[in-house]
Every structure is written in C-alpha cells, then in structure tokens.
C-alpha cells in the first residue's frame, strides 16, 4: 500500500510539472503566434481584411479640423497664419504648426496631399494640410490606435496578456479533453509494471476513454490468462514432484533391500518392482508432458457433422466391458445432428463416464441434449457426492480430494482437467451439481455451433 501510495504521488508530481512545462512552451508558442498574426495582418490589404490603413483613418478624422483651420486663416488675411494657429492652439489637443513645403515627406503622405489636400505620416504620427502659400499646415501628432505604433513596452503587455489568457483557456479545454486519457495510460503503466514485478494479480481499472477501453480488457485477460497459465504450471510442478516421489522411495526401498539379498532369487521380486515403478514413473511424465502441450497449444476443434445418438451408442457399448459388476448405466441422447469435435468430445464423455464407474456405488446416468445452440453433457452418480467448497478442486491436474476418490481408485488426477481444458476449448464451460441420484452431476456446455 504505501508503495503504491508512494508511486501515485510520484506521477502526480511528474505530471505537475510537465503540466507547468508545457504551458510555458504553450506560452511562448501563443506569443509568437500572435506577434506573427499581427504582422501578416497589417500588411494584409484593405480588400481582404475589410479595415482601412491607418493613415486613412486619420487623414479622414482630421480632414475636418484642417479645413476649419484654413478657414479660419482665410478669415482674418490682417495676421499671419502661425498667429491664427497660435489663438487656435489652446482649442487642439496637440500641436497647430507651420512647416515650408520643401520639408521632405514619404511618397504616400506626398501622394494623400496632392488627392485630398491632406495626409498622414504613419512614421511620425503627424498630419500635413495644405495651405495657400507655400507652407504646410502641421498638426500632431496623433494619437494611434495601431498596437504596433505603440511604445514597445505597450506592445510587450498586450501580447503576454493575450498569450497567457489564450494559453490558460487552450490549456483547460486540453486538460479536460485529454486528462482521462492520461489517468489510463498511467493506470495501464502501473498495472504494466506491476505484472512485471510479479504481481500476477494486478488488473486494470475499467478505462473512461474509448481510445483505451479495449485495450484495457485486453491487458485484463492477457494478465487472468498469465496468471492462470502460472498458477496451473505451478499447482502440476508441486503434484509432480508429489507424485514421483512415492515411487521413487519405492524404488529406492526396494535397491536397499537388493543390497541386503543373499540369493538372486530374493533379489528377482525387487527388480521386477523397480521395473514397475520405472513404468509408472514413465506414464507419469508421458501423460503429465501431454497435458502441458495440449494446455500451452491452444485447440482447434475440428468439427464434424455427426448423428449423435448413433455416435454415442457406439461410444458407451464400446466402455461396457469397464462396467464394475452389478453396476447399472443407462444413456439418453437427443435425435439431433450437430457439429462436433468426435475426438475431444470422445474425451470428455469416457472420462467422465470411468470417473462415474469408479466413484459410484451402484449406478451412474449420461445425458445429451441441446438447448440454446448449445450442447449439454450431463453424467450424474450415486456415490458419495462433492462437497461444494472443494468442486473446484477435482479439475485442477493431479489434484485428488480426500473423500472417497482417493489414490486407491488410480489414476493420476489428469482426467476432469483434460475435460475443463476441451470444454473451454470449444469455449464452453464445466461445472458440478449434486444429482437427483444422491451423488454428484457433472455438466458440460459446448459451443457445439462453432463451424456454422
């Protein structure tokens, strides 16, 4: 607990911080962005951008108060036009001013002049008019409304106040568009990392993204189906060492007797023993290896269309000869046709059946039927039953429970692991019930349907 406490408070600094980083490259990406807009829309023209140049918003302000002024100069021919400026000065908010008409101006203030009698010069804010005589009328200069004619400082603060709310604003419809799909890859890395650390039992937290949804469930099944394949090859390595062990001391029970023989005819029962034991030895690791390579190659049923009530008679007449003495089998089998896998369903039903021989008392009971394109293989007995809590147990490889099926009956425990292991196959199931005849139901579902 407190090193996964210790791990979330690990990511959740290590997203702060790339939090804070990316909002000071969002920043500075928003400052040039909106420097470069500014530009490229200044020296866009006026057809596009539908807003006049600034000397024509000037020159047109202006174009009263030049010609108000000219009259008033015309008005009063008694006094120089600089002393008409100079009664009007305290009227303007900037400069009434005189300046010859040799003073040197740009091509467009020159060409506004000779159009309009009036222009502006953008590069010193002032307003040029002109006059009777050989002078020019001088007012200014203006205010501007340009940001780029402002003082650089002006400038600066609106372009850092324009970045910093656009980025606040871009930044949390980010963050709420995308922090899901961070929580998930985090979610999906913790669980990554756990798995590789051993812990077979980490899963994913249910994804809240479409993005990473499957992927979740898949990692979930990936990681159930590892644990399940370790757990299995772990439970068969502990019940093989179990199982080789009691031949084993037989074996070596019945070499210290040989050492201990006077005569080759007392030494002759220990090597037929020995020999004995080697077999046993032998189909122990024989069947064990074919157990692992039909769990770790996934099977392939390979369907066959079949006339199963034919198909099971011969099935069961061919396992009468194992019936115990005294011991009553009966089978009922649905009139249908279905696809099967005759080989691994074969499987299924005789180890279920011998199972029944061996751990009924006196009568045992197969039926086949098919419900909900769905095959249902049920063998009930009258023995002494399962006791629900350990059900489970008799499917697990090797594993024997400590009632009446017990190491006296044989077999190794590979039988209801095979059938779990084809039921699944055909993505099907494998369960047990008790039985109306006193002992226990076992049932097994196919998919029966899979090459249709």
């Known amino acids: ?41 200044d020296i866009l023209p006026e057809s596009l951008t539908g807003m006049p140049k600034e000397h024509v918003i000037q020159r047109q302000l202006q174009t009263g108060a030049a010609n108000l002024i000219r009259l008033q100069i015309a008005e009063h021919p008694e006094r120089s036009a600089q002393e008409t400026l100079n009664q009007l000065q305290p009227l303007f908010g900037y400069q009434l001013m005189l300046t010859p008409n040799t003073h040197n101006l740009s091509d467009t203030v020159e ?65 709420l568009a995308f922090s899901h799909y961070w929580r998930d890859t985090v979610n999906i890395r913790h669980t990554a990392e756990a798995l ?86 032998e189909a122990l690791i024989n069947i064990s290896l074919n ?3 039909l769990q770790q190659n996934k099977i392939v049923p390979n369907l066959t269309t079949v006339n199963l009530p034919i198909w099971v008679n011969k099935l069961c007449d061919s396992l009468m000869m194992l019936k115990p003495d005294n011991f009553s089998f009966l089978h009922r089998c649905d009139y249908i046709e279905c696809q099967i896998d005759t080989r691994l369903t074969d499987i ?30 049920e063998v009930d007995d009258d023995g002494a039953g399962i006791n629900p809590v350990e059900r489970h147990k008799v499917f697990i490889p090797f594993s024997r429970l400590d009632t009446s099926r017990t190491r006296s009956t044989g077999g ?5 692991a095979y059938v779990k292991l084809i039921a699944e196959a055909h993505n099907g199931s494998v369960f047990i019930t008790t039985s109306e005849l006193g002992g226990a139901k076992f049932v097994v579902i196919l998919n ?5």
């Not at 804010?125 to 001088?138: E, F, G, Q």
């Not at 189906?225 to 029970?253: D, G, K």
């Not at 029966?448 to 249709?452: A, C, M, N, P, V």
Request: glycine residues 4%; proline residues 2%.
């Open 111 to 175: 060409e506004s002049l000779i159009h309009h009698g009036i222009g502006f010069d953008d590069e010193d804010s002032y307003i040029y008019a002109t006059l009777d005589d050989n002078n020019l009328l001088k007012l200014g200069p203006m205010a501007s409304s340009d940001i780029l004619d402002a003082n650089l400082m002006s400038f600066w603060i609106y372009l850092i106040l324009w970045s910093i709310i656009s980025s606040i604003i871009f930044f949390i419809i980010f963050y």
């Open 291 to 293: 157990f692992f390579k």
């Open 196 to 281: 590789t650390e051993g812990n077979l039992k980490a899963r994913v937290k249910p994804a809240q993204t479409w993005l990473f949804k499957p992927l979740t469930i898949v990692l979930n099944r990936m990681a159930a189906q590892i644990e399940h394949l370790v757990t299995t090859n772990q439970t068969m390595s502990h019940a093989m060492a179990h199982e080789l062990r009691t031949p084993l001391s037989r074996v070596r029970f019945e070499l210290s007797m040989m050492e201990e023989a006077q005569t080759i005819d007392e030494v002759i029962p220990y090597i037929d023993g020995i020999k004995q034991d080697v077999d046993e030895l």
């Open 348 to 377: 299924i039903i005789k180890n279920l059946i011998m199972n029944a021989f061996k751990y009924a008392n006196s009568q045992a009971e197969l039926t086949i039927y098919q419900k909900d394109k769905k095959l249902f293989i």
């Open 448 to 452: 029966h349907d899979l090459g249709e």
């Open 412 to 416: 190794y425990g590979l039988g209801l």
């Open 1 to 41: 607990m407190f090193k996964t406490s210790q791990y979330k408070e690990r990511i959740y600094l290590l997203f702060v911080k790339r939090s804070l980083f990316y909002l000071i490259i969002l920043l500075i990406i928003q400052s040039l962005i909106a420097y470069g807009s500014i530009l490229l829309f």
